[in-house]
């Protein structure tokens, strides 16, 4: 087990995408965000999953909550988050930070 210094950050965001948008579409969409928010300060991580419910969950680790927060308002007028957007059901969004207070690696 590994002690933390709570950092760096987790950020959890789900989302519904619309009926009729199919998975290559949202990976598109999600790729094309990522290029935008990797250049923000603190971006370390993102990776995307898709549950069996059709819900939509993009991890990202940043570098203090802050930035994390602040990545929100950076994106918001660029094209490839309105893009992402126009994809999904703006209701079903939630976002969520955790700090880690342990970590367990292979091995140790």
């Known amino acids: 087990m590994i002690k933390t210094e709570n950092k760096p950050v987790y950020e959890r965001v789900t989302w519904l995408a619309n009926e009729e948008v199919e998975t290559s579409q949202m990976i598109q969409a999600m790729t094309d965000l990522s290029q935008d928010v990797q250049e923000l ?4 991580e993102e990776t995307l999953y898709q549950r069996t419910n059709k819900e939509w ?3 990202y680790y940043w570098e203090t909550e802050q930035q994390a927060h602040d990545s929100n308002d950076a994106v918001a007028d660029k094209r490839s988050f309105q893009h992402l957007m126009s994809l999904i059901q703006p209701t079903s ?6 700090h880690p207070l342990q970590k367990t690696k292979q091995g140790q």
């Open 93 to 98: 969004v939630h976002i969520e930070i955790l």
């Open 41 to 44: 300060p603190g971006f370390l």
């Open 57 to 59: 969950v993009a991890i």
